[in-house]
């Protein structure tokens, strides 16, 4: 059984390599040669994937109950104590002494990993807050009696995904910018460079102060206004990419038979300045997790309450009798950013061209 599943495993990996064709199998090949880099990516895949599914893995809830031969997904539905025999409409507090009772007595639960959620205050510690690791609570908790675990693994979620919507969505403003400025060049070129070199000079920081105290900063406002500076970092290696390939000769014979110039930028000069984007853009993912991460840090970030990398820090830094904040956030910051660097230079190396046609 073990044999079949190998061999099957093979013949679907060199089904996958065959289908990137010979310079996308070059390009493997150059990745895994980066043993350092290939590890970096299942670390972080397997990091990324259980905080996808945080509500599984730490949960004040339990995400299955068996009440009295009735079956109860309490992670997915919400029920209220008259469920389970009691007396209020309310909803069900599941670390309640009388209800965990009522459940082993006429039934079972099942439990997540870790049984707070990053918003759950636990009343019942011996220490006061922040308390120090325990069997309980394996990093301690913050200094709102919140479990610092559970706060890491969805706070790890928001940053990555905050940092992947900002660098994906400024890829394509940075290259479609990049793209029109290199191609046209002239007056467009000059004036979209003279409209970047003045609104690069604006102040983000001092905007992000100014907004935070008109409205109250949330997820989709600080993406937004990130996305306003953040897509120029692109521009600069595209446009250099479409100065240069403009000039080639099939381009040139494109333009002479009529092809259209959206044609001619998507189909002959766009995927060499691919090559160029594709290897930054692991470096800009570790620079918007840094910036999520730093505005959280002084205070103009995600809304108060929220589980955040930098609000952990604030935290250990607000706390010094409490050593375990400080580590616990710096020591998943440092870990994730070394993660995507380490992965960026396996990037790098894959689309390098003097490595790819040796």
């Known amino acids: 059984m073990n044999t079949d599943s190998q061999q099957a495993g093979r013949r679907w990996f060199t089904a996958c390599s065959f289908s990137l064709g010979p310079i996308g199998q070059r390009r493997w090949e150059l990745f895994k040669a980066n043993r ?41 539905v919400d029920y209220n104590e008259t469920d389970f025999d009691g007396d209020f409409p309310t909803a069900a507090a599941y670390h309640d002494p009388w209800l965990k009772k009522q459940i082993a007595d006429n039934g ?22 922040p308390a120090p690791p325990s069997a309980r609570h394996i990093l301690g908790t913050d200094d709102q009696a ?33 793209a029109i400025q290199g191609y046209f060049g002239g007056w467009i070129d000059l004036i979209l460079q003279r409209f970047m070199e003045v609104w690069s000079s604006m ?9 935070a105290s008109v409205v109250e900063p949330n997820f989709w406002w600080l993406l937004g206004i990130l996305l306003l500076f953040s897509w120029m970092g692109f521009v600069g290696v595209v446009r250099a990419e479409f100065l240069k390939t403009r000039k080639f000769e099939y381009v040139r014979a494109a333009r002479a038979l009529g092809v259209s110039d959206v044609r001619i930028i998507l189909r002959h000069v766009l995927p060499n300045a691919l090559v160029a984007t594709i290897t930054f853009m692991p470096f800009t993912l570790a620079g918007s997790v840094t910036v999520l991460t730093s505005l959280d840090f002084l205070g103009f970030g995600l809304p108060p309450g929220s ?20 580590i616990s956030g710096f020591v998943i910051i440092g870990t994730m950013l070394s993660l ?19």
């Open 108 to 129: 079972f639960a099942v439990w997540p990993l870790i049984e707070f959620h990053h918003t759950t205050v636990d009343w019942d510690m011996r220490h006061p807050a």
């Open 307 to 326: 589980p955040s990398l930098g609000e952990l820090l604030a935290q250990g830094k607000a706390n010094l009798q409490a050593p375990w904040l400080g």
């Open 36 to 76: 350092r880099s290939v590890w970096a990516l299942w670390i972080f895949l397997i990091l990324f994937v259980i905080s996808l599914f945080a509500e599984l893995v730490a949960n004040d809830k339990p995400f299955f109950i068996m009440y009295k031969g009735q079956a109860y997904w309490s992670a997915l």
């Open 146 to 178: 919140r479990d610092v675990v559970a706060r890491i693994i969805y706070g790890f979620r928001i940053s990555v995904l905050f940092g992947f919507m900002l660098t994906i969505i400024s890829a394509v403003a940075g290259v479609g910018a990049g």
């Open 203 to 211: 102040p983000t920081l001092y905007i992000l102060i100014i907004l």
């Open 340 to 358: 995507l660097i380490f992965i960026g230079e396996g990037v790098r190396d894959a689309f390098d061209p003097r490595k790819l046609f040796r």
